[in-house]
């Protein structure tokens, strides 16, 4: 029987939750918006520009603190509500836990390059970085698609396996985008 509480997998399936959420929030409205040139014209390129900019830092940085270690500091240390977390102090079937285990290794090929950007700048402003301009948590075309996919498998697993449920996200996201963007070309109307 799994170690997690019913509290502790509601509230790691929430944060996995959220985290979508953002990412979609961001890919619905600028990567895949077909009126996408309408947030680009002067009137609005500024406010849109600096929104897609907080989207980004914000998915990339809730990304980041999924993958950090259970347990930190040391002695004096804090447990991490991340994904290591869920594996290391669930006290899964060996089952369940080799495929957590390789759940998290495959979803590490994107974690990896974000979690440098946020030690470099999403959570610090590195000099160096900072002056030369460095290229940080980049990462190929579709990377994130497979990522999100992962995740769900790995949040369903838990779920299903403490809460007898699936994990379902939060898929309204781009209904939410859609109804913004049809008032918003509305009122550039007038």
């Known amino acids: 029987m799994p170690a997690h509480s019913k509290e502790v997998i509601n509230t790691f399936c929430e944060l996995c939750d959220w985290l979508l959420q953002i990412w979609q929030t961001r890919k619905y409205l600028f990567d895949e918006n077909p009126n996408e040139a309408a947030l680009k014209t002067p009137r609005h390129a500024h406010f849109f520009y600096r929104l897609q900019v907080v989207l980004q830092e914000a ?6 603190k999924l ?23 669930g006290q899964w079937d060996h089952v ?6 390789d759940l998290l290794a495959e979803m ?7 979690k440098d950007a946020r030690n470099k700048v999403l959570s610090h402003n ?9 290229e940080l ?9 497979i990522y999100f996919r992962k995740l769900h498998k790995f ?7 403490v809460l007898g449920e699936p994990f379902v996200f939060d898929d309204l996201v781009q209904n939410d985008v859609d109804a913004f963007m049809k008032t918003f070309l509305l009122g550039t109307r007038i």
């Open 108 to 114: 590490s090929t994107l974690a990896k390059p974000i």
């Open 155 to 161: 949040a369903s697993l838990v779920s299903q396996t």
């Open 96 to 101: 369940t836990k080799t495929t957590l285990t």
């Open 126 to 134: 590195d000099l160096a970085v900072l002056l030369n301009a460095t």
């Open 67 to 89: 993958h950090d270690p259970a347990v930190q500091g040391g002695s004096n240390g804090h447990i991490n509500l991340s994904l290591n977390y869920i594996i290391e102090y």
């Open 137 to 145: 948590g980049s990462f190929d075309a579709g990377a994130d698609e």
């Open 59 to 64: 998915w990339l940085h809730q990304l980041a």
